[in-house]
């Protein structure tokens, strides 16, 4: 799992780097970085795609938003039952049985 958490967070770290720094011409002295170059691919992009190169970036992080919820629901599937004991001492810690066998006597002195 660690193998495609670091496949997935890798292009994505590449990808928001560059386009971080590439919108605010923050370039170091290297063409890849700055803002004409980002203007022209995002141009470039839009042309193939037929639609308007300001809202691929908004495509693409709907697309990662996406894609990080489906390894979160893998990740978190794979560790249910680790997931289950951790949720189910949370629960104990903060709600301890007194307290909630005291809630039920309550709503059952209520319906009663």
């Known amino acids: 799992m660690k193998y495609v958490l670091l496949a997935w967070a890798t292009p994505l770290a590449l990808f928001w780097g560059w ?5 605010n011409d923050i370039n170091f002295g290297s063409i890849y970085l700055s803002r004409a170059l980002h203007d022209l691919v995002f141009q470039l992009y839009g042309e193939m795609l037929g639609i ?10 709907k ?4 894609d990080t919820g489906i390894l979160l629901g ?4 794979r560790r249910r039952a680790l997931l289950r004991a951790w949720l189910a001492a949370q629960r104990q810690r903060y709600f301890p049985a007194d307290f909630t066998a005291g809630r039920e006597a309550g709503r059952a002195h209520l319906e009663g």
Do not use: K, M, N, Q
């Open 19 to 23: 386009f971080f720094l590439s919108a």
């Open 52 to 61: 308007d190169g300001a809202t691929i970036p908004w495509l693409v992080a």
């Open 63 to 66: 697309a990662c938003i996406l």
């Open 74 to 77: 893998i990740w978190a599937f």
